[in-house]
């Protein structure tokens, strides 16, 4: 349920709404936008039509919806003005510009996580991304360098100014990816990883939620609002294909989930090409058609010696294909600009 506040609204009717959604045992979720606030009313009750009749009472309440749909923070209902996400320094996700995450499947040495984020920053990426905590297939498979790894990737910022993304698989490590990363990354494998989710949900830190191997585009956004209804806003989404029959490419790219989110989400969606085909053929291919789809972003594996990765070399750009590819994408974007006001329209 969302209740809208008129414009204006006096502080001291506001107080008392709270108080009436707190005494119904519902959790209170606020966004406050240039002329509206709504507040976001989280839990399933069976008072709700008597709650929304109470809420009416008041003076400052506009109006109250009954959300039928399953997400309630992650719709456009609760927050009608699109999410951008500010790392700072100008680092924007969901805004204007197409934000660039790039670097190695895993952070392998100092040396080559140095190397490879000078390589994408020259580029034109703006984020860094790279594995400390590996989820591998295999037990006996390279795992990553752990807290090492960070110390590298943390490094590797301060050269560069690039922003960090890596990824958390256990609970026991949240602290110190607090500590080194600006994006916390929950792979595929976790995207239902329910302790997972509410853990960083609690956070003051950005997350990228990628889309699970086998998950519908529902149980994706009902991931994120586990994110949300913790009170975490800074949710990003990632399409990174799901499994499917065929054996030319490691994962399907579904990139009708681009529209699809958009239709449903006000958070911004980016895709991973990489991880979606799992070859470095169809990546730039597949990073042009999620750009043309209305991708905020895109995240890409950059390897300076694809050949000598210790994971992913398959499917990782070389430096100057990763360079092509940055040119290819720009274009495409700025062309796009174009269709903006057209977006608008159909949306509304
Ligand atoms: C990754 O980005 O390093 C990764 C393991 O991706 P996914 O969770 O999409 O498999
Ligand atoms: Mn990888």
Not at 197 to 213: E, H, Q
Not at 258 to 274: A, E
Not at 281 to 292: D, F, I, K, P
Request: proline share 4%; net charge positive; glycine share 8%.
């Amino acid at each position: 349920m969302i209740a809208v506040l008129k414009s204006g609204e006096s502080k001291k009717c506001f107080e008392k709404v709270k108080k009436v959604i707190r005494d119904a045992d519902y959790d209170i979720h606020v966004s406050k936008g240039v002329e509206k606030t709504i507040i976001g009313l989280v839990g399933d009750r069976d008072n709700r039509e008597d709650l929304r009749d109470k809420l009416l009472t008041f003076d400052c309440v506009e109006k109250v919806i009954l959300i039928l749909d399953p997400y309630k923070l992650v719709g456009w209902d609760f927050k009608p003005k699109k999410t951008v996400i500010d790392l700072g320094d100008g680092v924007k996700i969901g805004g204007e510009e197409l934000t660039v995450m790039a670097g190695p499947c895993s952070v392998e040495s100092r040396e080559q996580i140095i190397k490879t984020a000078q390589i994408v920053k020259k580029g034109g990426a703006s984020i860094l991304r790279g594995g400390a905590f590996k989820p591998r297939t295999s037990p006996y498979s390279f795992q990553g360098l752990g807290e090492v790894g960070l110390k590298y990737l943390a490094e590797a910022r301060e050269k560069t100014g690039l922003k960090i993304v890596t990824e958390l698989m256990d609970l026991e490590h949240i602290d110190l990816l607090r500590e080194y990363t600006d994006i916390i990354q929950i792979g595929a494998r976790n995207m239902q990883n329910y302790p997972l989710l509410k853990a960083v949900g609690k956070l003051d830190k950005a997350v990228m939620l990628k889309r699970g191997m086998s998950a519908t585009i529902k149980e994706w956004l009902l991931a994120a609002e586990y994110i949300m209804s913790e009170g975490n806003q800074q949710v990003i989404l990632c399409e990174r294909g799901i499994r499917s029959f065929g054996e030319e490419t490691r994962n399907t790219l579904d990139l009708s989930s681009i529209p699809l989110v958009k239709q449903q989400s006000h958070l911004p969606i980016i895709v991973d090409p990489s991880h979606g085909t799992g070859r470095w053929q169809l990546v730039t291919s597949m990073a042009r058609a999620a750009v043309a789809g209305g991708a905020d972003g895109l995240m890409v594996e950059v390897h300076p010696e694809p050949e000598k990765a210790l994971s992913d070399g398959p499917q990782s750009l070389k430096p100057e294909n990763f360079q092509l590819l940055m040119e290819e994408v720009a274009v495409i974007h700025q062309s796009l600009k174009r269709f903006k006001k057209r977006e608008r329209m159909k949306k509304h």
